[in-house]
């Protein structure tokens, strides 16, 4: 997509460093013209940007200031770039709710997207030392261990690792979660009674950059859920988003 054509026609005079003495700066330019492009629905959600290639080419700039312009735009959410497929814009960021739970699937699919799970893991363990205290359970505690990648449209959008009572949930190490979530499981087999949740923005170690298609530096939204049946702590789950197309809202009434 040629860009240049929205620019200002004042760029034609430029300083000898490539640019007119009161135009902004190349890297800022380059942004603008694709702000203004999301505005005027020339680029929509999912649509290709033109690479750092097609960049210094259409503006004349060096790959580093459109390396820059690109940078920032993904640092804004503006777009999102992976790795050895290029810059898409980004969708609207979707809106977790941290409050209620909500199975995932059922929520993007509310936004009017595909929902796709890739499982990595659903085994049964013995619980060590860690995963012990994690479940409040002895050592040895028979134990099942799910790491599923949750994907919106084609982009991966949370990582649950979950850790679960085997006791509590027996079934949950045989089903297939392509075809349902662990929450539509256990919101059924063993209803909760209290939920905990915690949050935190972290930077990812390289495992989890991976199944979420991260770039390096980019942060993500970790949010750490424990949930209660019949009086016992019964799943304790991990679950990573990416930082810059993902948020978390909390809403609720208080009475008079």
């Known amino acids: 997509m040629d860009l240049m054509p929205r620019l200002n026609s004042n760029s034609a005079q430029r300083s000898a460093d490539g640019a007119s003495p009161d135009a902004p700066p190349r890297y800022a330019a380059i942004k603008q013209s694709i702000h203004d492009a999301i505005r005027e629905g020339r680029l929509k959600p999912g649509d290709r940007v033109p690479s750092e290639a097609d960049l210094v080419g259409q503006f004349d700039v060096s790959r580093m200031t459109a390396n820059r312009a690109l940078r920032e735009l993904q640092s804004a959410g503006i777009i999102v770039r992976r790795a050895g497929s290029g810059s898409f ?17 059922e929520e993007i699919r509310g936004r009017g997207h ?15 030392a860690e995963t012990a205290a994690l479940l409040e359970v002895p050592v040895g505690t028979k134990i099942f261990h799910s790491i599923i990648v949750h994907h919106e449209a084609e982009f991966p959008i949370q990582l649950e690792e979950r850790f679960v009572l085997a006791s509590a949930a027996p079934d949950y190490g045989t089903l297939d979660f ?11 087999t063993a209803p909760f009674e209290r939920v905990e949740h915690r949050v935190r923005a972290e930077m990812p170690d390289a495992r989890t950059r991976g199944m979420l298609g991260l770039n390096e530096g980019e942060p993500v939204l970790r949010m750490t ?26 809403a609720f009434s208080v009475d008079d």
């Not at 075809?179 to 499981?185: F, G």
């Open 89 to 105: 814009i980004a969708e609207p960021k979707p809106i977790g709710h941290m409050i209620e739970i909500r199975n995932i699937a």
């Open 225 to 250: 859920r424990r949930t209660w049946s019949n009086g016992r702590l019964v799943s304790h789950a991990w679950l990573s988003h990416p930082g810059t197309r993902f948020e978390l809202s909390a």
């Open 178 to 188: 392509t075809q349902l979530t662990p929450n539509e499981y256990l919101t059924r």
């Open 114 to 128: 595909d929902y796709r799970a890739r499982v990595i893991q659903n085994v049964e363990e013995k619980a060590s």
